[in-house]
């Protein structure tokens, strides 16, 4: 992940309320259970139970300071953030956590802690905290797999005793120092061929390790994660040629098991050289990291989708909106923008309650998706209305205007065909619910960066209730004309 600076007054603050909470983790202060949102998840010391419950959350962390309770100091290696959406921030965080123990093994290994953020009315609250292991020992800049494993063993067990000799036994730090023993370690020779795989595939993917010896490391994936790391595989290529050798690289990428079932790993991976400085394989480590991955996408559906029909809710459909103006200015095509709003909705909800007024919306959620192309977008701006936009339309203004028109009057014809909605009761009872209802249609075409976004959204909404005026079930195209 690349480190970025923060850009904006947003990622400042994040950056102020990140050091608080490490300077109030440092102090051992349990005020910095006031980050936690009301629904807080995370996982504890890299560990691979998610705690959901935030009680539980300020319990493990008072219990973690009553454990060390004198200040600890954190030494900061590194730092990142990722706008996950307008609302969503994660920040990545890798330091080196020093005990009041002197030279404690812990202050050689580099931790990794994953905070999610999200702005919650005023206030920006931690939604998801994960801290990791090491996967680097400091001391000598390598990773474990560079050690033989019976050495790291050895070398963990006396980790382990040394700890149990300075500290009580603490469930989160323990784990922190045996947990590796589920990374994934491994080798490859230039080529990119097996010649060492750790036991530990065998509890993550299901293969023996001479199943895995000899082949090409691409099997190890499926066909997007052997994409991704072809890519990772080609951007090395092109920095060794330009003169750069890349350290360790990190991507993360779906992998294929024997059951059929696919996991998400990180892998960190490193070039292997003879003395010349030529490549002779690589080695590396890959750790599990399906469950962060699902945490990732849901916080990511959360932002960006309508929960109820799943389309792209109004903060995605501006996303696109930029998206297709940028297109529209370097290819000269316009692009339409329709408001449809259905009528008569509400009696719906007010004689069959909301359950069956959802069935609804999910219907013409489908009905409209089936009304264009993949590439144009149909989203829920709220309540009964959508948004439908098409990109790429013609460099001629009629010509777009007609082929909108198409569209929308296809939409019209097909969201006010009768409405068959199915119903289970208790027991599996099935009842259907037949509704008749219509949409008004509000078009706005337009070209390159001629209007913003906002307007867009203003003269379509416009011509939206131009058509409820006009009777309903109608189509209002906006005209520039109009404009005032
Ligand atoms: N079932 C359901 N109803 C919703 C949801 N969101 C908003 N509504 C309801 O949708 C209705 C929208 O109101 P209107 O657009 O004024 O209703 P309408 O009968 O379609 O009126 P016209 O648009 O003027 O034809 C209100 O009754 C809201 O309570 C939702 O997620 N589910």
Redesign the pocket.
């Known amino acids: 992940m690349a480190s970025i600076m923060p850009s904006s007054d947003r990622q400042l603050k994040i950056r102020a309320l990140f050091d608080e909470y490490i300077e109030l983790y440092a102090a051992r202060d349990d005020r910095l259970t006031t980050f936690f949102s009301e629904d807080f998840c995370g996982y504890t010391g890299g560990g691979s139970v998610l705690v959901t419950d935030r009680d539980e959350w300020v319990r493990i962390t008072r219990q973690d300071f009553a454990e060390v309770p004198e200040r600890i100091r954190i030494e900061m290696r590194d730092i990142s953030m990722q706008d996950l959406s307008e609302h969503v921030v994660s920040v990545t965080a890798f330091f080196n956590i020093h005990l009041p123990v002197p030279d404690h093994v812990l202050a050689r290994e580099v931790a990794r802690l994953t905070l999610i953020f999200r702005l919650e009315g005023e206030s920006w609250k931690i939604v998801h905290s994960g801290i990791s292991i090491p996967y680097h020992l400091v001391l000598d800049g390598e990773v474990y797999p560079l050690k033989n494993l019976q050495e790291r063993n050895r070398e963990l067990e006396a980790l382990v005793e040394e700890r149990t000799r300075t500290l009580n036994e603490r469930e989160s730090f323990y784990r922190l120092l045996t947990e590796d023993a589920m990374d994934v370690i491994w080798r490859a020779d230039s080529e990119l061929r097996i010649t060492y795989i750790s036991p530990s595939d065998e509890r993550l993917r299901g293969y023996k390790s001479d199943e895995v010896v000899g082949h090409h490391v691409l099997e190890l994936f499926n066909e997007e994660g052997a994409a991704i790391v072809m890519e990772a595989w080609r951007k090395r290529q092109e920095a060794e040629r330009a003169g750069n050798r890349l350290g360790f690289v990190s991507f993360e990428a779906p992998h294929r098991c024997k059951n059929g079932s696919v996991i998400w790993g990180e892998v960190f991976s490193k070039a292997m050289r003879d003395e010349s400085g030529k490549i002779t394989g690589y080695h590396g480590i890959t750790r599990e990291i399906t469950t962060r991955k699902q945490m990732q996408d849901q916080v990511r559906q959360l932002a960006f989708y309508d929960t109820?029909t799943q389309l792209p809710n109004r903060r995605l459909l501006s996303d696109r909106l930029s998206q297709v103006l940028a297109a529209s200015k370097r290819f000269g095509r316009h692009g339409a923008l329709m408001f449809v709003?259905?009528?008569?909705?509400?009696?719906?909800?007010?004689k069959y309650g909301?359950?069956?007024?959802?069935l609804?919306?999910v219907e013409a959620a489908n009905r409209l998706k089936a009304c264009v192309r993949e590439m144009d977008t149909v989203a829920r701006f709220?309540?009964?209305?959508f948004v439908v936009m098409l990109g790429e339309l013609d460099a001629d203004r009629t010509k777009s205007i007609a082929q909108a028109m198409a569209v929308a009057e296809k939409i019209r014809l097909r969201l006010s065909a009768t409405y068959h909605l199915n119903i289970v009761h208790e027991r599996m009872a099935e009842s259907s619910v037949e509704h008749h209802?219509s949409a008004?249609i509000g078009v706005f075409v337009f070209l390159d960066h001629e209007d913003s976004p906002d307007d867009i959204l203003k003269w379509a909404d416009k011509a939206m209730y131009q058509a409820?005026a006009a009777g309903?079930n109608t189509i209002r195209f906006h005209e520039a004309d109009d404009a005032a």
């Open positions: 109820l709003d259905l009528d008569n909705f509400k009696p719906l909800n007010d909301h359950f069956v007024g959802d609804l919306l709220g309540g009964d209305e209802c008004s409820k309903r």
